[in-house]
């Protein structure tokens, strides 16, 4: 199993860009999240999913959008990129059940570090 | 709204010494998980505490939620330089449908 994949690794983007950041999993988890980690800070949720279909807001999740049209990807859109979403972007997945998130181990990817200047 | 504190923000210890962590939450928590980071990597799970005054151990590590489910601490006895990163708690309130991250211990050892 490959767990958590996410591309690109490395992105630098000019002030009012767009990008999508892709993640996937292969551990059938019904479960997937994106967080931002910026520098010397800890991880704040941004969106997430229970299920192909089912999206919902995280706590910071002005700024962007997500999709989920199958169990494997959860594609992060960046619309009109700004400095203040520099950061680190982690993608991770987790069993779910009928569990509440944050009930379960989260498998992280290994993350994409977006610049925007 | 919710926050989880940790502290101390960075340790430094010898080689050999002990370490720990702390972490607390505004409100009660539901469950507590621990992950650990290492430089330039991603989080990656170690535990995860339930029940009040749990307390779980992994090796050299020593988990505990506290009696309240407020608080949680990490100790690790003898540090070695693979220990090296940063650990974060992260917490799950009541009926939220979130978890929420404590700011990390980032844990330097000097061999």
């Known amino acids: 199993n490959a767990g958590v994949t996410q591309t690109p690794k490395f992105r630098i983007l000019k002030i009012g860009q767009s990008m999508t950041l892709q993640c996937t999993q292969d551990m059938n988890h019904n479960y997937m999240y994106w967080y931002r980690q910026d520098p010397g800070m800890g991880l704040k949720l941004i969106y997430y999913s229970v299920g192909a279909g089912i999206t919902d807001k995280g706590e910071v999740p002005n700024g962007y959008n997500v999709s989920r049209s199958t169990t494997e990807d959860f594609p992060l859109r960046l619309e009109l990129a700004a400095p203040s979403q520099t950061s680190v972007y982690f993608c991770?997945?987790?069993?779910?059940?009928?569990?509440?998130?944050?009930?379960?181990?989260?498998?992280f990817g290994p993350g994409t570090r977006l610049t925007v200047t | 709204g919710q926050q989880v504190m940790q502290i101390p923000q960075y340790q430094h210890v010898q080689e050999g010494e002990d370490f720990t962590t702390y972490c607390n939450s505004s409100t009660t928590l539901s469950n507590i998980q621990w992950y650990k980071q290492r430089p330039g990597g991603h989080p990656v799970f170690l535990i995860q505490l339930v029940k009040s005054g749990e307390v779980k151990k992994q090796k050299r590590l020593t988990f505990q939620f506290g009696e309240a489910k407020k608080n949680s601490s990490l100790h690790i006895t003898a540090t070695q330089t693979t220990d090296v990163g940063t650990y974060f708690c992260?917490?799950?309130?009541?009926?939220?449908?979130?978890?929420?991250f404590g700011t990390g211990t980032r844990l330097t050892v000097i061999p």
């Open positions: 991770a997945s987790s069993y779910g059940g009928r569990a509440l998130i944050g009930s379960y181990e989260q498998y």
């Open positions: 992260a917490g799950r309130s009541g009926g939220a449908n979130n978890l929420f």
